[in-house]
């Protein structure tokens, strides 16, 4: 994480205070939430501390001083949150550091806008954040880099700027994996249920996918390559589509695990049996993928090592350590169950 630019001093309360022409009190009392600050008093100091990017000091650590690190969620109701909340809970234990779980917003009501949010995480005691999955704005790096605020993304939907510092997974060796599965069971028409077509995670996956394929000399047919989003609605619809189409595929590889089950669901709609008529794969290996019927065929996401490489990797930055390197990925590995076959026997297709 950059530094403050060498020759520009740091915005100081006294400073905010001179220029709204009240009293040191006064910008305390705003900045600490008290309601007894007149509403127009009070919009125009907060008016001022972001005009001046003021951000609190940094808190002085005492020795043994407790830690504390914020984890940043899209949506953390599914599959995927849970296991990557159970690998930052359990290195924070192990560490003696509490995590704090919240949810990402898209700015709109200016919580996530630019320093406005780095300002209310360092105000909230955080030393550190973890966000999840989410596309943060430059304008929002930007704000954690002025408050000097440590910040490491997992899973980011786009590629992050040069500097910013993530943990993935090898998400194209995956998806090239769990395709090859699929031609070495005699499947020919194999299609790809995507999330997000501009996703990194998208784009990987389905990158992985076209390699198998063009490596096998399969055709990539563009009606077999679908994009929509990570979840099981979306698995549920694309399916649904590529079922009902003439000539449809014998195996589908889904972008995620709930969106294969999504899959799976519009199969059974359809009056397939997965996988005697149609293999699916997913992606991840939540807890859920073996539980399902049939078991999941799954890649197998490290998720619960990545948040506690996540967690180490934050308190590196939070200590002034050098990193090795910004991006870190976490190998991923196929995860045979019953969900997929042997390809089926049919007719050859009518002109």
């Known amino acids: 994480m950059s530094e403050a630019p060498r020759g520009r001093k740091r915005p100081t309360l006294a400073g905010v205070a001179s220029a709204a022409g009240v009293s040191l009190a006064t910008v305390s009392k705003v900045l600490n939430g008290r309601d007894d600050v007149a509403p127009e008093t009070r919009a125009e100091v907060q008016r001022l501390l972001r005009e001046h990017a ?18 940043v969620f899209d949506d953390f109701m599914s599959p995927y949150a849970t296991e990557l909340i159970r690998g930052v809970t359990d290195a924070g234990t192990d560490l003696g550091v509490d995590v704090v779980v919240g949810r990402f917003s898209d700015g709109s009501s200016g919580y996530t806008s630019g320093a406005s949010w780095a300002r209310r995480l360092v105000q909230a005691g955080r030393d550190g954040v973890l966000v999840v999955t989410s ?34 997974a090898t998400n194209w060796s995956g998806a090239r994996s769990a395709t090859q599965h699929l031609i070495e069971l005699g499947h020919t028409r194999i299609a790809f249920v995507g999330g997000p077509a501009g996703a990194a995670i998208t784009q990987a996956r389905v990158h992985g996918y076209r390699s198998a394929m063009e490596s096998a000399g399969l055709p990539v047919e563009p009606g077999l ?43 059974s709609a359809a009056g397939l049996r997965v996988p005697a008529d149609l293999s699916v794969v997913g992606f991840d290996d939540t807890y859920l993928a073996p539980w399902f019927t049939p078991p999941l065929t799954t ?29 870190v990925e976490l190998a991923t590995n196929l995860v045979v169950r019953a969900s997929t076959a042997a390809a089926p026997q049919r007719p050859a297709l009518r002109p």
């Open 54 to 71: 003021y951000v609190p000091s940094p808190k002085r650590r005492t020795a043994g001083a407790h830690r504390t690190i914020g984890l």
């Open 135 to 168: 596309d943060l704005t430059s304008q929002q790096i930007a704000g954690f880099e002025r408050a000097r605020l440590p910040l490491v993304v997992v899973d980011p939907v786009h590629t992050p700027q040069e500097g910013v510092t993530s943990i993935g």
């Open 225 to 267: 390559v679908l994009a929509g989003d990570f979840d099981f609605e979306s698995g549920l619809l694309l399916a649904t589509r590529l079922l009902q189409a003439q000539g449809p595929p014998t195996a589908i590889f889904a972008v995620t695990d709930v969106t294969a089950m999504g899959v799976i669901q519009a199969a």
């Open 299 to 327: 890649v197998r996401t490290p998720l619960q090592d990545m948040g506690r490489v996540a967690v180490r990797t934050l308190l590196s930055l939070v200590d002034g350590e050098q990193l090795d390197s910004h991006h």
